[in-house]
């Protein structure tokens, strides 16, 4: 089984938006339910969003509002839009199954890096 593939990171200002895309594999995408997750150096990764495969989605506090998941389960992709930017949001992002929901069914990827600066 492949890695996802996450991309769309990049640098932004505070306020600003990115995308972030998230090209799954093999034939078990649809009933997953999928997550993005970012993380730091030397801190621990956090859920920042999931949504199951059908469409409930669910958010960290910390982004309610400012963030949307998306998912498309015959593309076996997965979105993550993040509006109104802020620097805490800088991270790695990483897109896979739901942990909450089991152990990870994907290896993980590189990640996508997201810095929020002025």
């Known amino acids: 089984q492949g890695h996802p593939e996450e991309s769309g990171g990049g640098l932004v200002q505070p306020g600003g938006s990115l995308n972030l895309s998230c090209v799954a594999s093999?034939?078990?995408?649809?009933?997953?339910?999928m997550a993005w997750y970012r993380q730091n150096p030397g801190s621990q990764r956090e859920l920042v969003a999931s949504?199951?495969?059908?469409?409930?989605?669910t958010y960290a506090d910390s982004v309610k509002g400012r963030f949307a998941i998306s998912r498309d389960n015959d593309k076996k992709m997965v979105w993550l839009q993040m509006t109104n930017l802020r620097p805490e949001d800088t991270a790695v992002y990483y897109c896979q199954t739901d942990l909450n929901y089991g152990s990870e069914w994907y290896p993980w990827g590189q990640g996508t890096q997201v810095i929020v600066s002025s």
């Open positions: 093999g034939n078990m995408f649809s009933i997953f339910p």
């Open positions: 949504i199951l495969p059908g469409g409930t989605t």
